[in-house]
């Protein structure tokens, strides 16, 4: 029998007494994630609801990856009653909306039905802070995949801020039409570049791809899954430490939806570059395009440094505005009443903190009325 | 096998229990076996070329206490034509071949370069290292020959240190093979430890920094700022450090788990106050093997055969620089087959002339002042120095340098604001970690103020065991398998 002495002791009681703490913190921290949870709407804040529209079962409305991509696409080409496809790209301020009542459509679903009865088909795809480069390379896929005849973009200075393929959407880079038009331009060469890179980078790709040990770990990681439902949940898990995470950020440094941001240049300008990409590459394609820039909140101080805001709108405004190109600015069209607020995003805060991205349905409203009459104007129906 | 899996913790938990219970012999079959087959998890072909390496030092080593001086000088360049060989047929043979191309081509000739498909084995930089120490000492006549090839064998595929080492002497192994380690409990927890540290730091840390240097690399230039240039150099210092260490941890821990001590591979490098300073704390144990079987060599001096005390015992030579120059540049090609590994290590025998040059100026000081303006300095010079080991070339790496000697290079940040926060708090923290377990732990570890050593480190396992639970995956390998 073997006997702890002392330095033993010290030894073993650490690792013991942490694996207790540590067993007993994790079953807390788990028990507290709520299994209806949906990360997206944790993403884009409790107050606001992530709404997909479909009519009669057939989507027009997708957010997420590829396959749901394909998804919208497999149902237009199966049930599209319309040659006259509309695609409108964007971030999550077409998927959401503030403060949901039961009956509330989102401005896609009320541009579509009003489209559908000037016989056009509208699909619309979304994704939370969607840049620039990802909206190019989707353009890219969709636009060879079926007939578009018009583009809605919507540009956003806060996700000028954002930057790189998401890996959702990785698998667009795999089809070699939408390689060669991104060989075209200098901004779709990055984006190639970026993926090579990445690819060619030891260590940053899948390691065990094509190892003995792929399947072994596939095996060990189901079983482990289907034993203990914390193990299959660690993706849960792993996005409310990096949300607390993110909420202390918040609190130590006093930031609020309101702080102000300022542009990345290096990220700024790949997305404007990607911008100049996406309607170079419709105006080739025949394909009309709306430029719009988002509406936002007007009641309080945007949270934008005014003078990258400014910048950034004559930019957008100064696109070559003729042909097949109109351009929009949609900055004013939401009343301040239509914009709600959402729930603290800071350690220990009880005040609703503003939402400058998102608004309730009348604001779906307002913005689908728009966007109807602009492209009224240029289409003439 | 990667160590960041599941695959790799049954493994080790099989290996560990079957192996306590085994007689002595059944435990070199064990631990011989198993290592081939941690081996072949990753490809299972290349098993045969890392056995020809270990069947060709042991058939050389065992003859050449046997031969006459002529022959057992052919019997060692039987043995370094063989592992270099495989080496450079593996790792260089590209490189040279495209890089004398280049030549050929800029004066004229026009050729093109060679299209070859070959896969660098795993850890193939590590094991021949290992043999051939094993057979330059067996003929320098510091220890002798292993006739037995199972414990042989041993020695060279132990599975802990097989593919990122640390680059171990037989002198250190073989004997702890040679008898039936007793089992010991204290030894089972010191290792566990060792591998909860060492998978806190590759899952948790590591990995999650990879994106964020990822995006950083991947960023032209001209649009970079100096302060993007010191960020990502620090954030890219820190993520490979966590990385490797991390390996070294779990491959000690591991060793440990089965009775086998290996030498410390890192010791808080960034805390060096000199270059002599950090390649003592800085993969040791392959900056020792340089030292002892190249850099001394080369210079005329007698070797020291211990895989611990880094370069510095041999730094201080000055009269030794062309050899300094070469080591460096073997040192930057073992790395890797690229330029801008040779450019690391032209860095770092730059920086270690320059050292020896303005040095003198501070003898007057007190040494802790010494240490902390060594510090100080030493930081960012090596932190800079990780540069060409990331970008995609030497081009790219003098242009990041470049870049910080400009003062109109610091109005502006290419990045998210987070990556700025982040490399901050890893400074800071890294100093703090250092302070409690250099300074602190060591005052708390005795009897009088056991209650608060283990209090503390209760706390940080504590802490580490969730994380490493929620972020375990094999989502990245380490960095220094591709060495």
């Known amino acids: ?381 | 096998m990667i160590f960041n899996s599941l695959t790799y913790l049954l493994f080790l938990l099989c290996i560990v229990s079957l192996y306590w219970l085994f007689s002595y012999r059944l435990r070199l079959y064990l631990i011989f076996f198993s290592s081939l087959v941690f081996y072949g998890f990753w490809r299972i072909e290349f098993i045969p070329i890392m056995l020809l390496s270990v069947i060709v030092d042991y058939l050389v080593s065992i003859y050449i206490p046997k031969s006459a001086k002529k022959m057992k000088k052919k019997l060692l360049l039987v043995s370094l034509c063989t592992n270099l060989g495989l080496l450079f047929y593996f790792k260089y043979l590209i490189f040279f071949s495209n890089s004398a191309v280049g030549i050929l081509n800029f004066f004229g000739a026009s050729i093109d370069p060679l299209f070859l498909n070959i896969i660098l084995p795993i850890g193939i930089s590590f094991y021949t290292f290992q043999t051939i120490s094993y057979t330059v000492d067996v003929y320098r006549g510091l220890i002798k020959p292993e006739e037995d090839f199972i414990l042989y064998g041993c020695y060279v595929t132990f599975f802990p240190q097989l593919v990122a080492g640390p680059v171990l002497r037989a002198r250190e192994v073989i004997p702890q093979f040679k008898n039936r380690i007793p089992f010991s409990i204290l030894d089972i927890f010191e290792g566990l430890k060792r591998i909860i540290y060492g998978l806190f730091l590759k899952v948790v840390l590591a990995d999650n920094i990879a994106p964020l240097v990822d995006d950083g690399f991947l960023m032209s230039i001209e649009n970079m700022s100096a302060l993007d240039v010191w960020t990502l150099s620090f954030l890219f210092g820190f993520q490979i450090y966590f990385d490797f260490s991390a390996y070294s941890h779990i491959a000690i821990g591991s060793a440990r788990l089965l009775g086998i001590r290996f030498p410390e591979n890192f010791n808080f490098p960034y805390i060096a106050s000199s270059p002599r300073d950090f390649w003592r704390r800085w993969h040791i144990s392959l900056s020792s093997w340089i030292r002892d079987y190249i850099y001394l060599p080369m210079a005329n001096i007698n070797v020291q055969n211990i895989s611990t005390g880094g370069i510095s015992n041999a730094v201080g030579h000055t009269k030794k620089t062309k050899s300094l120059v070469l080591t460096w540049i073997i040192m930057g090609l073992w790395h890797g087959a690229n330029w801008t590994f040779v450019l690391w290590g032209i860095y770092h025998v730059i920086l270690i002339i320059l050292y020896r040059l303005f040095s003198r100026l501070f003898t007057s000081f007190s040494d802790s002042f010494r240490s902390v303006i060594g510090i100080i300095i030493m930081l960012p010079l090596m932190m800079l120095a990780w540069i060409p080991f990331r970008s995609q070339s030497s081009q790219d790496a003098i242009q990041m340098w470049v870049k910080i000697f400009n003062f109109n290079e610091y109005g502006s940040l290419g990045m998210r604001e987070n990556t700025y926060l982040i490399t901050f708090i890893l400074v800071v923290a890294f100093f703090v970690v250092y302070v409690i377990k250099s300074k602190i732990m060591p005052k708390l570890a005795n009897e009088k103020s056991i209650f608060k050593f283990i209090v503390l480190q209760t706390l940080f396992f504590s802490f580490m065991m969730p994380l490493i639970f929620i972020f375990l995956k094999p989502g990245n390998q380490f960095i220094y398998f591709q060495f």
């Open chain 1, 1 to 381: 029998m073997y006997r702890l002495n002392r330095p033993v002791l010290y030894s073993v009681a650490p690792l013991f007494l942490g694996l207790i703490i540590s067993f007993a913190g994790l079953y807390l921290f788990y028990i507290e994630i709520d299994p209806n949870e949906n990360l997206d709407e944790l993403a884009i804040g409790s107050e606001n609801t992530l709404t997909l529209a479909s009519i009669d079962k057939k989507k027009i409305h997708c957010e997420g990856g590829l396959r749901e991509v394909n998804d919208c696409i497999n149902d237009y080409l199966i049930y599209g009653d319309s040659d006259e496809l509309i695609l409108w790209l964007g971030n999550s301020q077409l998927h959401s909306i503030n403060q949901f009542q039961l009956g509330d459509e989102t401005a896609s679903l009320i541009l579509h039905k009003k489209l559908q009865s000037k016989d056009k088909y509208l699909l619309t795809f979304s994704q939370p802070n969607a840049n620039l480069q990802e909206h190019f390379l989707l353009f890219e896929y969709l636009s060879n995949r079926v007939p578009i005849t018009e583009l809605i973009l919507p540009v956003v200075f806060d996700d000028l801020r954002e930057t790189g393929i998401r890996d959702n959407l990785q698998d667009i880079l795999k089809h070699k039409v939408v390689i060669r038009e991104l060989k075209n331009t200098e901004v779709g060469n990055k984006i190639l570049l970026r993926q090579n890179t990445n690819k060619s980078l030891e260590g940053h790709n899948d390691p065990l791809d094509g190892t003995e040990q792929e399947g072994v770990e596939e095996y060990l990681n189901n079983a482990l899954e289907s034993m203990f439902d914390i193990w299959g949940d660690r993706s849960a898990l792993r996005g409310k430490i990096l949300l607390n995470l993110y909420k202390f950020r918040n609190w130590s440094l006093g930031i609020t939806p309101s702080s102000i941001r300022k542009k990345i240049p290096v990220r700024y300008n790949m997305n404007m570059q990607a911008l100049s990409a996406i309607i170079d590459s419709a105006q080739r394609k025949e394909i009309k395009v709306l430029v719009y820039i988002v509406p936002i909140r007007n009641d309080v101080k945007i949270p934008y440094n005014l003078n990258d805001y400014n910048d950034f709108k004559s930019k957008v405004i100064s696109l070559d505005d003729s042909g097949l190109v109109k351009i929009a600015n949609m900055e004013g069209i939401v009343p301040a009443n239509y914009w709600g607020s959402k729930k603290p995003t800071s350690i220990n805060s009880k005040v609703q903190e503003l939402d400058f991205m998102h608004f309730n349905a009348d604001g779906h409203k307002a913005l689908s009325n728009e966007i109807f009459k602009a492209l009224k104007a240029e289409n003439d129906f």
